[in-house]
């Protein structure tokens, strides 16, 4: 079984690792599922702690999308 990984939330990756480290270089115990942050600003790094809802996270459109708005 490989990692999976989805978005439904722009601000956060749901994921199942085999091995994810904090950014003090500490391994994190795998569990079921992990959400890792994309705003940059959880308490928790790598993990997602729901900061992107309150400080108004929004995806940026990638260039792509940006040439396909008229």
Request: charged share 35%.
């Amino acid at each position: 079984m490989g990692n999976r990984v989805g978005a439904r939330d722009p601000a956060a990756v749901p994921v199942r690792p085999r091995e994810v480290h904090r950014a003090d270089e500490r391994p994190l115990e795998p569990r079921n599922r992990m959400t890792l942050c994309r705003c940059g600003h959880s308490s928790g790094k790598p993990l997602c702690d729901g900061t992107h809802r309150a400080i108004g996270f929004h995806e940026e459109p990638t260039t792509a999308e940006k040439e396909e708005t008229p």
